[in-house]
Structure formats: C-alpha cells, structure tokens
C-alpha cells in the first residue's frame, strides 16, 4: 500500500506549524508512526552554528549524523532539491502516515491553512482547510482547536479502515468495559509510550495483554 502523506500548506503566519503539530500528536495518540518533514524554502539551522555536527558538514561531509538519547538529527548534501514524493518514498515501510509542512506543488492531499500573505493556491490537491479566514466551499472546516476532529477525517480518508483504529477490549472480574473512543486513544498511547522505553520489544507490537490482579492486604 502507497505511504500515505498529508501537505499542510499556506502562506507564513498562517498556522501551518500549529496545525502540523497538533496533527503529528493527534496521529501518534492512535498508535500511529508519525513522520514529519519540514520544508524551509529559505534554509534552515537544524543545529546551532558552530557545533560539531554544524562543522563537520560544513567542512563538506555528505552525510552529518547527531544522536542522542531518544533523538537522532540526520542532515545529508543532496544534489538539487527533494520533491515531497522522492522524500516520502524513502520512509516506506519504516511509518504509517506523513504529515509534510510546505510543499504547496506537491499533488499529495492538503490541508489548506487560511490565512497569511500571499496570491490564492491551487485547490485541486486540498481535503479540508483549517482558519477563521474566507473559508472555499465544498471543503470540510475546522478550528485551531479541532486537530482532533481532523484527524479523525485524514484516517478515514488516507488509511484503510483498520488503521489508526486498534481494537481494544477490557474486561473486568471478567466483565466486558465499553471504554469509548477517545479513553482507548489514551490507552493506547501510553501503552505503547511505555513499551518503548524497554529494550528488546517490537517496534510496533500487533497485541498487547495487560492483567493486573488485586494482591490480597499482608497479614498483620
């Protein structure tokens, strides 16, 4: 199945990292492996000037690494620029979903941020627009505060209909708890938040079992 990828695109200060943000925690709260790629049409400083890594590719590697615990910044000297589609082909296999932030040529579906300075964008690529701006008709709108609600319409749009769902059941004294959407959502993620601060588990585990059992009060 093609990786599927998300384009939140406007003109600066609209909100597009507002919104990419909120739509990167929103997918990781399902379960979801997130990849995000910033395009900076002006250049960027992914490191301070004058650190080693900052130094060494400017001294002309074509690969500079930086890891640290629980980080990792990989910056590498391509000829020419990546297009969004060369990027996300890279990253197959390794996330369920790509929420890039630029990239308004790209013809992956957009989420048009309203808002900014700038001529009016092309809306064949867009899927829904986010803002208190001139909304477009026939597109589905949401507030800053609805990355949620979002979400939920780029899963159904983007993933086959098991994905970002995962199906969870409790039981209790061996009684079934109907635990709703969004408490499953939390369980979810801080499962697999837990999970991955252990050594040797999968990266993305197809079952999960939890049983906690009441230990009877010490004898006094």
């Known amino acids: 199945m093609k990786l599927p990828v998300v384009a939140v695109v406007g003109w600066s200060d609209a909100g597009k990292t507002r919104v990419a943000s909120g739509l990167v925690e929103a997918f990781t709260a399902r379960g979801l492996r997130v990849a995000a790629i910033k395009h900076a049409a002006h250049g960027m400083q992914p490191d301070r000037p004058g650190s080693d890594t900052d130094r060494l590719h400017r001294a002309g590697a074509r690969v500079t690494i930086g890891s640290a615990p629980g980080e990792r910044f990989v910056r590498t000297r391509p000829e020419g ?24 040529q790209a013809q992956a579906p957009q989420v048009l941020v309203l808002g900014g300075q700038g001529p009016e964008l092309p809306l064949d690529p867009v899927i829904a627009v986010v803002g208190e701006g001139q909304r477009p008709e026939g597109f589905p709108a949401y507030g800053f505060s609805q990355m949620e609600e979002l979400a939920d319409l780029l899963c159904q749009r983007l993933l086959r209909p098991d994905e970002g769902r995962p199906a969870v059941s409790m039981l209790v004294d061996g009684l079934p708890v109907n635990l709703g959407d969004y408490p499953e959502r939390v369980l979810v993620g801080i499962l697999r938040g837990f999970l991955e601060t252990l050594r040797a588990m999968p990266d993305r585990p197809r079952e999960i079992r939890l049983i906690i059992v009441q230990r009877p009060p010490p004898p006094v």
């Open 81 to 104: 620029e990546a297009t969004l589609e060369q990027l996300t082909a890279e990253l197959a296999g390794q996330v369920d979903i790509v929420v890039a932030e630029g990239f308004k």
